[in-house]
């Protein structure tokens, strides 16, 4: 268990529709990573927070945005969805001092299937 | 910028040694390796900075090349438990979070 919980773990919609991935980092952590793993494709880094500000961006789809709370926590949206968003979306966390990447631990992921 | 992993996969008998290579075409500031199992969820293995260094985990290892951008994964007398898919990630400077995903070795053990 990496200390951090992910939700849904699985979630099936419809193209066209909104959904919402929630992730909660280990205690003590304040950085957040989220990434999408298509099938048997690699990690693709979307997008990451520190202490509730986006610190690096990467080719995250203007249909998909993140937020980080107060609490920490952090939501992933993804609206207007395609076949092609059917992936598994990992968040992970670390503490990342002093600007340098830590380890990260990753929650279990959420398997997004758009029908 | 994407790091370039080869092989793309490799199978390997138990005991046998495998080497995993990571390159990218930027200066890299930090290497970072995880390992991820099927239908499971990456696993950090090491952090390697700038400055040519080496480390190891019990019997793996990795060197990290800062001026050819290269990093490599040594595994010794592989193990079935090593099996899975093996991710670089690079960061190119200091202070930049930003942690970029190669595509990946798939690393297969029989035994």
């Known amino acids: 268990d990496s200390g951090v919980t992910q939700t849904p773990k699985h979630l099936i919609t419809a193209t066209g529709q909104r959904v919402t991935l929630r992730c909660s980092p280990r205690s003590g952590d304040l950085s957040v990573y989220w990434y999408q793993q298509s099938l048997d494709q690699g990690l693709q880094f979307l997008i990451q927070y520190y202490n509730g500000e986006e610190r690096a961006k990467g080719n995250i789809l203007e249909r998909f945005s993140a937020q980080q709370f107060p609490d920490l926590h952090s939501e992933l949206n993804l609206s207007s969805l395609e076949l092609g968003d059917s992936a598994l979306y990992f968040c992970?966390?670390?503490?990342?001092?002093?600007?340098?990447?830590?380890?990260?631990?990753f929650g279990e992921g959420s398997r997004l299937t758009v029908l | 910028q994407q790091p370039v992993q080869s092989p793309q996969a490799v199978i390997l008998r138990e005991g046998e040694d495998a080497v995993i290579n990571c390159s990218s075409s930027k200066a890299l500031y930090s290497v970072h390796w995880y390992r991820q199992k099927h239908g499971e969820a990456p696993v950090f293995l090491m952090i390697?900075?700038?400055?040519?260094e080496q480390k190891g985990h019990d019997k793996i290892s990795a060197s990290f090349n800062e001026k050819k951008q290269q990093s490599s994964l040594y595994l010794t007398a592989s193990q079935l438990s090593y099996s899975g898919t093996y991710f670089c990630?690079?960061?190119?400077?200091?202070?930049?979070?930003?942690?970029?995903f190669g595509t990946g070795t798939r690393l297969t053990i029989i035994p």
């Open positions: 990630g690079t960061v190119p400077n200091f202070g930049n979070e930003k942690l970029t």
């Open positions: 992970a966390s670390t503490k990342s001092v002093g600007g340098r990447t830590g380890e990260l631990f």
């Open positions: 390697l900075l700038k400055g040519g």
